[in-house]
């Protein structure tokens, strides 16, 4: 049943308890001596390329990698962190986030997003049901992460096809890997949101030493509809509640533990708010998935140098949507993925990554938008991924994956596919300061689901939508170039793309419309087909460091997608952005200003609208100070300073429903 607000308050008395729970053992630990390089208490700021980046088999920082990688952490996160994973990591270039109302924000990555973008928690999938619907939100949740990976590009070679245009793998720490310092460690946040009336508490917890670690967690968000420069938009409520525990054994053999979470998430759908005044209720989203998580890493492993990586995870996914108090459609899923990787370091001057990948998942939807079947979907894969250093000028990448992924229907005819994708890359530090780096990728995805068996009226994208079993791999041919500087008192990066899909799966407009029965509107026929697309652009980011104190950082982003063969352009590509922040720090205080301008889209396909730009202009203000051991943040943040009217081009419900108008959110942070 949908939470209630006398439950929620009653529920969220368990975040006190928490934080309580925390400050008594601020006292309990004993403080880390200042100049302690082991002490990330106070997320101080860390620089790139001392970020590991989990997501790669072989691990090492940003710089390490060939292949673009943004990694969002520490105090940076703290200032930008969202309701939703699309929120939270749209200030990266290149990357952008889908609209349907505040509770679903999924990312789309160099104008890719659905079934090619896969989302990730602790580095396998989350396995809900956002790629199936714009309205459906994925089951992960941003102020719980401790870092946000985003792999740009293809990421077939690692997590299969479903990663054919980019990769988000939340780092929540949920399995501990090592002991906190101190023996306890954890952080807590209370914020309130002014345009939305909204409150979200969360709070972690690490405690324990170099044998065993427990972990707790949880957030809590309550917020009603929001405001817009238009007045209220109806129907845009959200309230979540999502918590976890775990605990890790340890020792100089590496590690093993479980955990078990909850996500719960209730949102309304603002393209449907219904009509108050009659009576009639507006559509309402209940989303609930446990997930059951077992991980370890084995050092020396079979070898000195040799290190074994497993993790498996177990969801059981549940979906409601109500239509008043009615039930409209009912979505579950039960999945399982389980993960090996082995990584070799020093064998012939080469570093050397082997992994295996198996899942199986059982997908069914009941009630009046149950437009796919009922389908069990089956796969596995292997991969191998290597590199090698040439002195100290010039790294050398390469990998190959295939799968085997099997979609039976209910009552269809099963298909088996064998995507393949191969990569070859390399970087070049052609004088001080300065690299180059180059990739070329051949990637292959396997259809989804809902691409080969819909068969019905799709309500968020007010359509009939057929799909087209005769479907075969979607392939990506890329090749990409970086550009990276990275000076004292300048850093910058540039990278250029051009990715040529080959049969490339969309949804087409056949010009047919369904006949209208009743008070029901006549719906548009669209049916999934496949074509040559291109897709190129160019994103960039620069900061420029005047002083200690003052940073003024630039970035922007493009993406140009057109169909071959003179057939008109890819609908809905993210549109043209172009942004600058300027920031302070000082004797514990820090502040911001920024604007990001987003240019108006009207390279659109056939039947597809334009979208007017619109700027908005952001503010960040917080004061950090230290009692003993832990660290406290005040802060105060500021959203659409402007009050502009924005609509999100790729949202199919743009022409109803704004982004949020100006808004302030003020809290206060503890780290320990």
């Not at 590496?254 to 078990?260: A, L, N, R």
Request: net charge negative.
């Amino acid at each position: 049943m949908p939470m209630t607000r006398s439950f929620i308050v009653r529920r969220s008395a368990l975040f006190p308890a928490l934080l309580c729970a925390c400050t008594s053992l601020m006292a309990a630990t004993p403080a880390p001596m200042p100049d302690d390089p082991q002490d990330t208490r106070h997320q101080d700021p860390k620089t790139l390329d001392t970020v590991t980046v989990t997501a790669s088999p072989l691990r090492g920082g940003t710089e390490d990698l060939a292949k673009p990688v943004e990694v969002l952490s520490g105090e940076r996160l703290d200032d930008v962190r969202g309701a939703t994973l699309g929120e939270t990591i749209n200030t990266l270039p290149g990357v952008q986030s889908s609209n349907f109302g505040p509770g679903v924000g999924r990312p789309i990555i160099r104008g890719l997003d659905g079934a090619r973008v896969g989302i990730l928690s602790g580095g396998l999938l989350t396995q809900d049901v956002s790629t199936v619907s714009q309205d459906h939100a994925p089951a992960v949740e941003s102020f719980l992460a401790d870092q946000i990976e985003v792999l740009k590009g293809p990421a077939t070679l690692l997590y299969g096809s479903g990663a054919i245009g980019g990769v988000v793998n939340v780092v929540d720490g949920r399995i501990p890997e090592s002991a906190p310092d101190g023996g306890a460690g954890g952080r807590a946040q209370s914020r309130y949101d002014s345009v939305n009336q909204g409150i979200t508490q969360m709070a972690r917890l690490d405690v324990g030493n170099d044998r065993f670690v427990a972990h707790i967690d949880g957030v809590f968000r309550d917020s009603e509809d929001y405001e817009t420069p238009n007045g209220i938009q109806a129907n845009s409520f959200l309230k979540t509640e999502t918590g976890s525990i775990g605990g890790s054994l340890l020792g100089d053999w590496g590690f093993v533990g479980v955990s078990g979470a909850r996500f719960h998430n209730v949102y309304g759908n603002p393209g449907e708010p219904g009509n108050p005044q009659s009576g009639e209720g507006g559509v309402r989203l209940d989303m609930e998935q446990d997930r059951f998580e077992l991980k370890g890493s084995i050092n020396a492993a079979f070898s000195g140098n040799g290190t074994l990586r497993f993790s498996v995870a177990n969801t059981d996914y549940e979906h409601i949507e109500f239509e008043g108090d009615a039930i409209g459609t009912q979505f579950l899923k039960d999945a399982t993925e389980g993960r090996v990787e082995y990584a070799l370091t020093d064998v012939g001057s080469w570093n050397i990554g082997i992994g295996l990948q198996a899942s199986t998942s059982e997908f069914e939807a009941i009630g009046e938008e149950a437009f796919v079947p009922q389908v069990q979907t089956r796969g596995h894969g292997v991969f191998v991924v290597a590199n090698r250093k040439f002195g100290d000028r010039f790294q050398l990448d390469v990998g190959a994956r295939i799968d085997d992924v099997k979609s039976d229907p209910a009552n269809d005819i099963e298909r088996d596919f064998t995507p393949l994708s191969v990569s070859i890359g390399g970087i070049w530090k052609f004088a001080p300061d300065f690299e180059l780096t180059a990739n070329l990728d051949h990637a292959e995805r396997a259809p989804a689901e809902e691409e080969l068996f819909a068969n019905g009226p799709h309500i968020a994208t007010a359509a009939f939508e057929i799909g087209n079993p005769l479907l075969t791999e979607e392939a990506a041919n890329q090749a990409e170039l970086g550009l990276h500087y990275h000076g004292d008192r300048f850093e910058a990066t540039f990278s250029a793309y051009y990715n040529r899909f080959d049969d490339f799966i969309f949804l087409a407009d056949s010009g047919a419309f369904t006949e209208a029965e009743g008070d029901e509107e006549a719906l548009p026929i669209r049916q999934w087909t496949q074509a040559e697309a291109r897709f190129r652009g160019v994103e960039g980011e620069a900061t420029f460091k005047f002083s200690d104190a003052w940073n003024l950082r630039v970035f922007g982003d493009t993406v140009r997608a057109d169909f071959a063969n003179n057939r008109g352009n890819v609908p809905r590509i993210t549109p043209s952005r172009a942004g600058a922040d300027l920031s302070w720090r000082q004797d514990g205080w820090r502040a911001s200003i920024g604007a990001t301008r987003y240019a108006k889209q009207d390279d659109v396909a056939i039947n597809e609208s334009a979208t007017d730009g619109y700027t908005l202009v952001s503010a960040h203000l917080a004061y950090h100070w230290d009692v003993q051991d832990s660290g406290w943040e005040i802060f105060l943040d500021g959203s659409n300073l402007g009050d502009e009217t924005a609509r999100v081009h790729t949202s199919f419900l743009k022409d109803t429903v704004v982004l949020p108008g100006r808004g302030f959110s003020t809290g206060l942070r503890v780290f320990f």
